[in-house]
């Protein structure tokens, strides 16, 4: 019983509890490893510093273990970083390792830009754009290149432009023309003559045989010239006349041969009545083609 009351007094004295447990409860702060008091997570949040976000593969932030932005380490690896050489259009590229902070792109080839490239065989012709037209030659029997017609003229030989019978001049300055030129050689002589139907009308007369070359028509044995104003006749008082051409046997006309026979011609004639002259004639510009029958 004695031992009893002297516990009791004891405990009482001492103001301490016998027998149950009254150990206080730890302070909690921002470092005890414990989501405690208003904290949000371990030690972060509430009266603590703001915790931080976790990183994730979609942040649009280079975190956690990110060797890129939400690329690399436990995300997906990240591309190959752009370069004006690895073959591949990517960065801000325009074109494959081109445009943007590469070098600009080269034109896109077509067939209407006025230079051969691409798989262009011509300037805008051949490959995947129209056939190139073949190269012009003096014997493709097109008027290509810079022919004048067809497979003649411009680098080509001389087009044969084509031979025309007439005699045209101009008399004491009007102009004439034959509306009909006839030709003959009978072997000895050639006549080159005008329209008998017109009152003007022209007679040229040629030994067989003659040469290119000029002439005087007064001085020149089997040359003459008769210029006629119906009905009055002239006198050629002097002139000359020049042969530029003479193909011989050029085909046959009517059964004959026929040649082609040219040139140019002036004369001065004279009007006479009871061996005075009355009126004179100019002939200038002359000038004459005629196919000229052999018989």
């Known amino acids: 019983m004695l031992m009893l009351v002297l516990t009791v007094l004891s405990c009482s004295l001492l103001m301490t509890s016998c027998g149950s447990d009254d150990t206080p409860e730890p302070t909690e702060t921002c470092t005890d490893g414990i989501q405690n008091q208003t904290e949000t997570g371990v030690d972060c949040g509430g009266t603590c510093d703001p915790c931080t976000t976790a990183a994730t593969c979609t942040d649009g932030i280079q975190n956690g273990d990110e060797t890129g932005v939400d690329c690399g380490g436990s995300c997906d690896p990240c591309a190959a970083v752009a370069n004006c050489n690895d073959g591949i259009q990517n ?6 390792d081109c445009g943007g902070s590469c070098d600009p792109c080269a034109a896109v080839a077509n067939c209407n830009d ?9 300037v805008d012709c051949g490959g995947s754009c129209d056939p190139c037209d073949p190269v012009p030659s003096c014997t493709d029997g097109i008027q290509n290149g810079n022919e004048t017609g067809v497979d003649c003229g411009g680098s080509c030989p001389p087009c044969n432009t084509g031979f025309f019978e007439h005699i045209t001049a101009e008399v004491n300055g009007q102009a004439y023309a034959a509306n009909l030129v006839q030709g003959f050689d009978d072997g000895d002589n050639i006549e080159v003559n005008s329209d008998q139907s017109q009152e003007r009308q022209f007679a040229l007369d040629f030994p067989s045989g003659i040469s290119t070359g000029t002439y005087d028509i007064v001085n020149t044995a089997g040359i003459s010239a008769i210029f006629v104003d119906f009905p009055d006749s002239y006198e050629t008082q002097s002139g000359s006349v020049t042969i530029t051409s003479y193909d011989l046997d050029v085909g046959t006309l009517g059964g004959s041969t026929y040649h082609e026979l040219s040139g140019t011609f002036e004369f001065t ?23 000229i029958s052999h018989f």
């Not at 009871?274 to 002359?286: A, H, K, R």
């Open 114 to 122: 006025g230079i051969q490239n691409g798989d262009e065989t011509g």
């Open 269 to 291: 004639a004279v009007q006479f009545s009871f061996g005075e002259p009355i009126d004179t004639v100019v002939i200038t510009n002359g000038d004459f083609g005629a196919e």
């Open 91 to 96: 960065g801000d590229e325009t074109g494959v």
